[in-house]
């Protein structure tokens, strides 16, 4: 058991944090090992990670699914390295040119850019790594089915694709629809793994449930994100405010206007607590993380 | 059967290249579909790409073990998606800084630096994604001890871990031993996996005499591209030809001289094909993909 369901959702949280933290500390090679600038970098981008919604996503799935924790912490970590990797290269100045990430420079900034480059891509290697050791799953079919799920969340249908569309997109007018498919893709595509990947052995209509909720959450995520880039300063963000406005890309502030953004997160909010009720009890913690992640704004 | 064994090398050579590019014009996601520049670079990339040797090196392990042909297939391929993204990023300025690759210019140039970065991010997630289909074997097992290969091989103690070796060697003088953990890692790792790939549901014997071919061919492969990087012309490399001497990084000629290099070689082509002796005709092509290898030069 990851938790007990009369845990407090903070203690909760922060229980599943310190234990996503240590299994990524065991995963990532040690910084004495060779090549050491780059292992060293690695830990740099991919420890002490922010608030690990992806991975608490993960486990909170996991609990609902009563899935393996050896399981749930080997999927959660695939995804946090898969996430890390993501925000390496999203930095770089080829793409959003980013000097601060988490409150710290930026890992190209810290090392250089040909090092960013390395991490990112030994960081991706490294999450189809932890996925794939020996006898993780009593049937391995789960586990190339689980390994199968990551890779299309990863990839040019997924979050790369959903990179291509945002940089694409930069100085041009997107409809509602377009944005919401470029972030059902950069975002939502992770998000939505997270969540599969925890609930990755459990039944039909559980995986239905927890599929539909990913999307709601995944896209309230995303609005949330945009509002706060708006009405956050940078020292609460960690990263720099005001970035994608100033950038100027279609965000949901820029088409929808602040206040019809913030009804179109509470709707995404409400459907995807209304696709838990059958779940009761068990859902608890996934209820929990839509508050948690409503509650980073407004 | 990929091919009779008294079809003469060349005509087997070319039977496979040209299957490697249909499987892989069947793997990569079509450019009509979006993000279509994405698409469209990555096959760009990916297609129409110089000898295929890792792809040939797979197939001839296959036919060596009687691995399943769709098995072969998806292991090529996803052999050469993780090599096409390698190069990608090896090009970009960051890194290597090439305008040119197989006589075109070079993604980021074709297209630009975020696409290019993107494009290899992708091909990397779609050789994973090949790799676990569901159902590619006959055992769930022996596909995830293929994924295990495969990220081991791309990651950190694999090849992107021998670019950072690489990078940080640049204006050093490296022993012969360093030189050549860095290429057992940048080249051999992935010249390993392609055979491992191809032989993966071999008996251990097999397994193992492969492993050890593939490690001295691998290592071949390298010293005989260096001596390439001295003697051949731009044209005749398709690449940039003195790019290694010019920039200053230690190689295998400027370390042994060329002679000597030349001389280390054939030594390590003779234990390579030594390896190959108790399996007789089965392991034609292997051999004649050792040939193939040495006479790229002298």
């Known amino acids: ?40 970098a ?12 992806r991975a608490l996503l993960c486990y909170a799935a996991a609990e609902m699914c009563e899935t393996d924790i050896t399981i ?44 960013g480059l390395l991490v990112g891509d030994a960081l991706q290697s490294l999450a ?18 689980m390994l199968n799920i990551l890779a299309k969340a990863a990839g040019s249908r997924g979050m790369a694709g959903g990179q291509a569309i945002d ?29 599969l990947l925890g609930a990755s052995n459990a039944s039909q209509p559980e995986i239905t449930a927890v599929r539909a909720y990913a999307k709601n959450i995944g896209l309230a995520f995303q609005v949330v ?29 820029t088409i929808l206007g602040l206040e019809q953004a913030k009804r179109h997160a509470r709707q995404l909010y409400a459907d995807a607590i209304n696709i838990l009720v059958p779940f009761g009890v068990k859902a608890q913690r996934l209820r929990e993380l839509a508050d948690f992640i409503m509650q980073r704004s407004f």
Chains 1, 2 share one sequence.
């Open 1 to 40: 058991m990851i938790s007990s369901h009369k845990m407090d959702f903070s203690a909760w949280a922060q229980t599943n944090q310190i234990r996503i933290e240590q299994v990524l500390d065991q995963v990532l090679p040690s910084s004495d090992l060779a090549p050491q600038v780059l292992h060293s």
């Open 42 to 53: 690695m830990r740099y981008s991919a420890l002490d990670g922010g608030k690990r919604v």
């Open 72 to 115: 749930a912490d080997a999927a959660a970590s695939a995804i946090e390295l898969t996430h890390a990797y993501s925000l390496v290269h999203d930095d770089m100045p080829c793409m959003d040119d980013d000097d601060l990430r988490r409150g710290k420079p930026s890992c190209h900034k810290q090392y250089d850019d040909a090092t």
């Open 128 to 145: 189809f790594e932890v996925l794939s050791q020996a006898n993780l799953c009593p049937q391995a079919s789960q586990q190339v089915s």
């Open 167 to 195: 940089l694409a997109s930069v100085g041009k007018s997107l409809s509602q629809i377009d944005l919401e498919t470029m972030h059902h893709l950069k975002t939502g595509a992770l998000i939505q793994a997270a969540v």
């Open 225 to 253: 994100d945009d509002i706060l880039d708006v009405e956050a300063d940078t020292t609460t963000l960690g990263k720099t405010a005001g970035k994608d406005a100033n950038s100027n890309k279609p965000t949901y502030v």
